[in-house]
């Protein structure tokens, strides 16, 4: 019969690959910027990723739940109709979301679920009224 001691030092080995493992297997792709996801859309249609940009000036349509995410050279549409979105989400706002990119009416649209918004800097310049 193998000892109690034995039998606690298996389980627990035995615990922590399985854990490693779900680690290892889940881990989130990384965060890419709007220049690279542009890069190769077609091959990121329909998966599920995280993207980061800057929200164009006067690009935010309540109505259709819409905006447009830019990087230094291209720009995406994201629709945020089923989106849960943080305070904040704004012109030229630095926006974090997570969501699947489709292909319709000839354009890529970034559908997503999750939107995070950076917290505005104290440092930025104050506009005077």
Do not use: W
């Not at 549409?77 to 969501?99: C, H, K, P, W």
């Amino acid at each position: 019969m193998i000892a109690r001691r034995t039998r606690f030092l298996i389980i627990g080995a035995l615990l922590t690959i399985g854990i490693l493992g779900v680690i290892i297997l889940d881990a989130p792709e990384p965060t890419k910027t709007v220049d690279v996801l542009m890069e190769d859309p077609a091959s990121l249609v329909g998966k599920s990723i995280a993207i980061r940009g800057e929200v164009v000036d006067g690009s935010i349509v309540n109505e259709t739940s819409t905006f447009i995410l830019h990087g230094d050279d291209a720009s995406v549409t994201v629709d945020f109709s089923q989106a849960s979105v943080s305070n904040g989400l704004g012109d030229n706002r630095t926006v974090y979301a997570e969501g699947i990119l489709t292909f319709e009416n000839g354009e890529y649209v970034f559908e997503a679920e999750i939107i995070k918004t950076s917290c505005p800097s104290k440092y930025e310049e104050q506009v005077e009224q």
